[in-house]
Structures are given as structure tokens and as C-alpha cells.
């Protein structure tokens, strides 16, 4: 099915242990994203990539790394992980070109991954 | 920066009754607005969009929503309530259409009640 597929879908890790969040679109989309979820606070952007070889960091960047592998994936990386990174985390592309991108056309959402820190 | 609050946090409605999901947006430019839909355990699903055209802006499952700039309000309704309507709703703003800043309210969890 075409869309965005997240993996994993959760994941426990210790105070200061490292790991890689995956994200692939089959939607030709250009631009892709990574928001976290907290309760109360809806979805806040971390890091996107407008497009392939490109990547901004977003209003929460401070302990993640992201990389565009190519047009296709783009992963979040936890160096060295905090409780205070518990959260849900989405990815997300939007289609378009140039730059009317995720106003017009939205953007279509991974299934998320549930990360706990302990 | 633009921001956007969405009055109610929680709304409980019963089933074949109206709904009414209240979001205020600051803007300093024409901004764009959207309203998604997130089920339990699933990421998120565009409900419908408004970038400058009509202002009553119709989407998926019979909710519609109207753009009113005098009263900087984007509240989504629907008619008539349906059990699988039940889910959190986010209104989202973006006001720089040549960026990717958009950014989202706390969320409103709707709870509709047979």
C-alpha cells in the first residue's frame, strides 16, 4: 500500500543508549519530516528535508540528527537518548514541487513509533 | 509567529447530534489551515484544507469547516455525529506558504457517546 511506513513501531531504551528511527515514502514525495507527540501539546516539528540533499532543523532539534538517505527515506537519530525523549514520533511527506509544498497539499502521516526512555 | 489554540480540549457528543470543534489561529500573513484527524493508534489523516479560495472548505466524512479572517476562527462541524467519528483532531496553521513551518494546536479529543 502506498504511503509512509515507520519502523519500529515502539522501542524501551535506557538513559544514554543510542538508536535509529526509519522512515520510507513510496509517494514520490519530495518534501519529508519528523514531528514528536505530547500529551497536551500537539505535534511539534523536529527536523525536515524540503527535499533530497536538504535538511532544516524545526522548532524541537536539540538531542536528535537527521539524514536523508535519499528521495525515498529519511531517519531520526538519537545519540545519546533522555527521558525527556519519551514521546510518539511521526513522520511525514508532502508532494508538490518546488516550494507550494506542504500548504497546498498536506501532508500524509506514518503510524507513528512509541519510544520510551527509562 | 503564527500559533493556533484550539478552545476545547475535550468534546462529548451523542450520536446523530452536531459537532462543533472551535480553533483560533494567529497569523501575520494570508495563512493556510488545516484540520486532521488522528484514530487511536493511527498517525494522522488530512481532513480538509483552506489556502485562500472558498472560505467554507468541505472535506472527508461530511466535515466542513469555515474560514472567518474578522474573527480569526477555523472551527470544523459536522451535522449529524457518527460513532466512528470519535478520535483527536488537530487544527493546524501555517502562514509562510514557501516554508514547511506549520505549526499545530494541543488537540481536541471528540467522544461520541451511542
Known amino acids: 500500500n502506498a504511503g509512509v511506513t515507520q519502523t519500529p513501531k515502539f522501542q524501551v531504551l535506557k538513559t544514554g543508549q543510542s538508536m535509529t528511527l526509519q522512515c520510507a515514502q513510496d509517494?514520490?514525495?519530495?518534501?519529508m519530516y519528523w514531528y514528536r507527540q505530547d500529551p497536551g501539546m500537539g505535534l511539534r516539528l523536529i527536523y525536515y528535508?524540503?527535499?533530497?540533499?536538504?535538511?532544516d532543523k524545526g522548532e524541537v532539534p536539540n538531542g536528535y540528527n537527521v539524514s536523508r538517505l535519499n528521495k525515498r527515506e529519511f531517519s531520526l537519530r538519537l545519540e545519546s537518548a533522555a527521558p525527556s525523549q519519551t514521546s510518539v514520533y511521526f513522520c511525514a511527506s508532502s508532494g508538490g514541487t518546488g516550494k507550494l509544498q506542504s500548504t497546498v497539499y498536506g501532508y500524509t502521516f506514518g503510524s507513528g513509533t512509541r519510544l520510551t526512555v527509562v | 509567529a503564527q500559533s493556533v489554540t484550539q478552545l476545547d480540549s475535550h468534546v462529548s457528543v451523542s450520536e446523530g447530534t452536531p459537532v462543533l470543534l472551535r480553533c483560533n489561529y494567529s497569523?501575520?500573513?494570508?495563512?493556510?489551515l488545516f484540520w486532521y484527524v488522528q484514530h487511536p493508534n493511527k498517525g494522522l489523516q488530512l481532513l480538509l484544507k483552506?489556502?485562500?479560495?472558498?472560505?467554507l472548505v468541505k472535506g472527508i466524512n461530511g466535515f466542513e469547516a469555515e474560514f472567518k479572517k474578522s474573527e480569526t476562527s477555523f472551527h470544523l462541524t459536522k451535522p449529524s455525529a457518527h460513532m466512528s467519528d470519535a478520535a483527536e483532531y488537530f487544527c493546524v496553521v501555517s502562514d509562510r506558504p514557501h516554508n514547511n513551518d506549520m505549526r499545530f494546536g494541543a488537540g481536541t479529543r471528540l467522544t461520541v457517546k451511542p
Open positions: 497569523s501575520s500573513y494570508s495563512p493556510s
Open positions: 509517494m514520490n514525495h519530495n518534501s
Open positions: 528535508s524540503a527535499s533530497e540533499g536538504t535538511t
Open positions: 483552506y489556502t485562500s479560495a472558498a472560505t
